[in-house]
């Protein structure tokens, strides 16, 4: 892996791509894009830059080079293709098109998602750096003292382990080619982020007893759900609680207008 601000990498390392997930979930429209009045909320404008923009910028001022947008609506495509990414058309789930973005980048790949408004390079320098050169697969997440440190009054999902409550941060990175066996495992544990128990099943039968009594980590957790699958798999925290806001809701989207005013009017 490469990056123009990251941690030292062998001279003959592939460089670091990175895939934007901006697709569209089946059924009710996005209530943050209705009420924006556009076709998608990657197009939704912030500090007068769509916020597909935004996530562009900051990948490519990280040093990612090469950054592919996964969408099915023609407006993002156009917006895609104006910031010089390539696009390809959106899968059925997030899963499966994060296997297509893989099959298509290959790795290193890092994945984040087009309303990921507030990301910044140095997160994304700090994220690989932090990884470390022996993870096959990375994930960011934030301690919940962090974000709301960074964010009073936040409303998140939070993950409650040994080592604290988590927040996920939509920033995630496939380092080596073996982590495609890591994309459908991760995606299920995503989904079942609100049901911590059944993460831990996935652990195994002995592990359960030691989440329900609150001494399983989020690393260790990670650590072994990668090994199930044959991947060494870590849990970076983030440095900055701001990782973990992305533009779910329109309260979201308020809050994070709100930030980028507050950093113009210093």
């Known amino acids: 892996m490469t990056l123009s601000q990251g941690s030292p990498a062998p ?10 997930l901006a697709g569209s979930r089946p059924g009710a429209p ?11 909320k990657a197009l939704i404008e912030i500090d007068g830059q769509p916020m597909l923009a935004r996530v562009v910028a900051a990948l490519k001022t990280a ?4 950054v592919a947008v996964i969408t099915s609506t ?36 890092l994945v984040t998602t087009a309303d990921h408004a507030l990301l ?18 990375a994930i960011l997440l934030a ?12 409303k998140r999902t939070w993950l409650k382990m040994a080592d604290g409550a988590w927040s996920g941060c939509n920033l995630f990175l496939l380092a080596r080619p073996g982590a495609q066996g890591a994309i459908e495992t991760w995606k299920a544990v995503e989904a079942d982020r609100k049901r911590p128990w059944r993460i831990a099943l996935r652990l195994g039968p002995g592990i359960l007893p030691r989440f329900a009594l609150g001494r399983l980590t989020m690393a260790e957790a990670i650590a072994r759900l ?3 699958i ?33 950093r113009k009017s210093r």
């Open 11 to 20: 001279a003959q390392a592939r460089p670091l791509s990175a895939l934007v």
């Open 30 to 40: 996005d209530p943050v894009a209705s009420a924006e009045g556009v076709a998608h």
């Open 63 to 66: 040093g990612i080079a090469r």
């Open 74 to 109: 023609p407006e993002v495509n156009a917006l895609a293709q104006d910031l010089g990414c390539e696009v390809l058309p959106a899968e059925a789930g997030p899963s499966a098109s994060v296997a297509a973005g893989f099959a298509h980048l290959g790795a290193p790949m």
């Open 120 to 137: 910044d390079a140095q997160w994304i320098t700090d994220f690989v750096a932090d990884a470390g050169e022996a993870a096959d697969v």
């Open 143 to 154: 301690r919940r003292e962090a974000v709301e440190k960074a964010l009073p009054g936040s």
């Open 226 to 228: 990668g090994g199930k």
């Open 230 to 262: 044959g991947v060494a798999a870590v849990r970076v925290a983030a440095r900055d609680g701001l990782a973990a806001v992305d533009v779910d809701k329109p309260s979201d989207l308020a809050d994070v207008r709100a930030i980028l005013a507050a």
